[in-house]
């Protein structure tokens, strides 16, 4: 590895690792966990995905969407079965990277992909909002105007330090330079020792204190296969994300491995589960992190600061922090959606708008599911009327009708409608040759179709069918 490329992963890393706390922090409270094991699944996931994953410069780690999945499976039966639950919701993981199904990401439409990105910004930006409130209260007076003047700082140093210099990266500069005028100036901000002590020992590895029988996989089971499909639903929709920044190609199903393995020994070893984190990643990417190097350095950093480092991180100030994140957020969000609002279909428009407010008022897996059902009604509506036909007489007493488009469900209806059994010759030829027949609901349109010229007392001959066709046919029974 080139030195340049060596010290920029070594930076972004570090960089990274420094917002990577306070969100593990904050996720494993919402859950009702000790920050630890939100921290330990961090520097687990963040390190094995980092190494064996599919996409250098990713940064996976305990993440919010995940939290909230399992917040009452804790409550109800506490943390030794959250424990296995990670376990479990690996391996689904790593059967969904084996059985090559990271494909399936392809499915979801670009509008989709803009909402999601423009819904997590959003949910990034209104969880810095937290750090404005002391207990359940706002903050208020001169704790608020020195809170805010810290994150305008702090967002200032992002902003303007690339102009004068790449050489470090700037979220790094900022919360350095803002921690270090914190304790200079003795300024009486909140920091990230706060909101919890992060020292402790290395992870232990052990199994998960529960009964391992029927009962209790029938406990975790909904939960792991919940939490598997959220956590690669946006690992895989951040590896396009990331494929799409720095112009490069990521291996979806190495990466849902990884993950399944990494998230496994989170389980085994005390951690939170996870999945690519999107702010996170949008750090490493901006502080020039594209190496393996970027993702192990910022995981074996939270393990050296719950270790050795914890005197010294929880005296950064949060105010530097959030400013950060808020930059983050205004990075991440496409603006560009906004500018074409007017000129894409409104089809389109809806999805990228319907998954932006259900991402942020409910989460991930419910917000792309929905924008999915859109585009897919959207598209089987529009291919639906694009099936037509042409019709003339055969020069020996019959007709022939030549039928092009896509006939599947939603085309049945227009399919039927291009004929006239009561008033057609008594033989009637259907030229097949670009028609495609593509799931059961086209076997019965033309079944349907020769019971009518049956009824009638006519011959319905069909030729040009396509191999695919003849399969589709011979499987439902027909004859062709």
Same mark, same amino acid.
């Given at each position: 590895?080139?030195?340049?490329?060596?010290?920029?992963?070594?930076?972004?890393?570090?960089?990274?690792?420094? =917002?990577?706390?306070?969100?593990?922090?904050?996720?494993?409270?919402?859950?009702?966990?000790?920050?630890?094991?939100?921290?330990? &699944?961090? #520097?687990?996931?963040?390190?094995?995905?980092?190494?064996?994953? &599919?996409?250098?410069?990713?940064?996976?780690?305990?993440?919010?969407?995940? $939290?909230?999945?399992?917040?009452?499976?804790?409550?109800?039966?506490?943390?030794?079965?959250?424990?296995?639950?990670?376990?479990?919701? &690996?391996?689904?993981?790593?059967?969904?990277?084996?059985?090559?199904?990271?494909?399936?990401?392809?499915?979801?439409?670009?509008?989709?992909?803009?909402?999601?990105?423009?819904?997590?910004?959003?949910?990034? =930006?209104?969880?810095?909002?937290?750090?404005?409130?002391?207990?359940? +209260? %706002?903050?208020?007076? =001169?704790?608020?105007?020195?809170?805010?003047?810290?994150?305008?700082?702090?967002?200032?140093?992002?902003?303007?330090?690339?102009?004068?210099?790449?050489?470090?990266?700037?979220?790094?500069?900022?919360?350095?330079?803002?921690?270090?005028?914190?304790?200079?100036?003795?300024?009486?901000?909140?920091?990230?020792?706060?909101?919890?002590?992060? $020292?402790?020992?290395?992870?232990?590895?052990?199994?998960?204190?529960?009964? %391992?029988?029927?009962?209790?996989?029938?406990?975790?089971?909904?939960? $792991?296969?919940?939490?598997?499909?959220?956590?690669?639903?946006?690992?895989?929709?951040?590896?396009?994300?990331?494929?799409?920044?720095?112009?490069?190609?990521?291996?979806?199903?190495?990466?849902?491995?990884?993950?399944?393995?990494?998230?496994?020994?989170?389980?085994?070893?005390?951690?939170?589960?996870?999945?690519?984190?999107?702010?996170?990643?949008?750090?490493?990417?901006?502080?020039?992190?594209?190496?393996?190097?970027?993702?192990?350095?910022?995981?074996?950093?939270?393990?050296?600061?719950?270790?050795?480092?914890?005197?010294?991180?929880?005296?950064?100030?949060?105010?530097?922090?959030?400013?950060?994140?808020?930059?983050?957020?205004?990075?991440?969000?496409? %603006?560009?959606?906004?500018?074409?609002? +007017?000129?894409?279909?409104?089809?389109?428009?809806?999805?990228?708008?319907?998954?932006?407010?259900?991402?942020?008022?409910?989460?991930?897996?419910?917000?792309?599911?929905?924008?999915?059902?859109?585009?897919?009604?959207?598209?089987? %509506?529009?291919?639906?009327?694009?099936?037509?036909?042409?019709?003339?007489?055969?020069?020996?007493?019959?007709?022939?009708?030549?039928?092009?488009?896509?006939? #599947?469900? $939603?085309?049945?209806?227009? #399919?039927?409608?291009?004929?006239?059994?009561?008033?057609?010759?008594?033989?009637?030829?259907?030229?097949?040759? +670009?028609?495609?027949?593509?799931?059961?609901?086209?076997?019965?349109?033309?079944?349907?179709?020769?019971?009518?010229?049956?009824?009638?007392?006519?011959?319905?001959?069909?030729?040009?069918?396509?191999?695919?066709?003849?399969?589709?046919?011979?499987?439902?029974?027909?004859?062709?």
């Amino acid at each position: 590895m080139k030195p340049a490329r060596l010290r920029a992963d070594l930076l972004a890393g570090l960089t990274t690792s420094f =917002a990577l706390v306070p969100e593990c922090i904050a996720f494993a409270l919402v859950a009702h966990l000790n920050p630890l094991m939100g921290l330990y &699944g961090a #520097f687990i996931i963040c390190t094995l995905t980092a190494l064996f994953g &599919g996409r250098p410069g990713m940064i996976s780690g305990a993440a919010g969407s995940m $939290a909230v999945v399992i917040v009452a499976l804790v409550v109800q039966h506490g943390a030794q079965y959250l424990l296995a639950t990670v376990l479990l919701g &690996g391996v689904v993981m790593i059967l969904f990277g084996l059985l090559r199904l990271g494909k399936l990401v392809r499915l979801v439409p670009y509008p989709v992909m803009l909402g999601f990105v423009n819904g997590l910004a959003i949910v990034i =930006a209104l969880a810095q909002l937290e750090h404005f409130k002391q207990g359940e +209260h %706002w903050l208020g007076g =001169a704790p608020l105007y020195l809170m805010i003047g810290l994150v305008a700082l702090t967002m200032l140093v992002v902003y303007v330090l690339p102009k004068l210099t790449r050489a470090v990266p700037p979220a790094l500069v900022a919360i350095l330079g803002v921690g270090l005028l914190v304790y200079l100036l003795d300024l009486p901000t909140r920091t990230l020792g706060d909101m919890a002590h992060i $020292a402790g020992g290395l992870p232990v590895l052990a199994l998960p204190d529960v009964p %391992w029988n029927l009962e209790t996989l029938k406990i975790i089971a909904p939960y $792991a296969v919940l939490m598997a499909m959220v956590g690669l639903l946006e690992t895989l929709l951040t590896l396009n994300l990331t494929d799409e920044i720095t112009e490069s190609r990521g291996y979806p199903d190495r990466e849902c491995v990884a993950l399944g393995a990494a998230n496994m020994v989170s389980g085994l070893c005390g951690g939170m589960g996870g999945c690519a984190m999107i702010g996170q990643t949008v750090i490493n990417l901006s502080s020039n992190g594209r190496g393996r190097l970027s993702g192990v350095v910022a995981g074996v950093m939270i393990l050296l600061f719950v270790l050795f480092l914890s005197p010294l991180i929880e005296r950064i100030p949060l105010a530097a922090l959030v400013g950060v994140m808020f930059v983050v957020a205004q990075q991440t969000f496409a %603006w560009a959606s906004l500018r074409v609002l +007017h000129k894409v279909p409104v089809s389109d428009v809806l999805a990228i708008i319907a998954v932006t407010v259900v991402t942020v008022l409910t989460d991930l897996a419910m917000a792309v599911m929905f924008g999915i059902i859109i585009a897919a009604v959207n598209f089987a %509506w529009q291919h639906a009327r694009e099936l037509y036909a042409d019709s003339h007489d055969d020069g020996e007493g019959g007709k022939r009708y030549q039928v092009h488009g896509t006939l #599947f469900f $939603a085309s049945t209806a227009p #399919f039927l409608n291009q004929f006239d059994p009561a008033n057609d010759p008594a033989k009637v030829t259907l030229d097949c040759q +670009h028609l495609s027949f593509v799931d059961y609901s086209a076997v019965a349109a033309l079944t349907t179709l020769r019971e009518r010229y049956a009824k009638a007392g006519k011959h319905l001959r069909v030729v040009h069918l396509s191999e695919r066709c003849k399969k589709l046919l011979k499987r439902a029974g027909e004859q062709h």
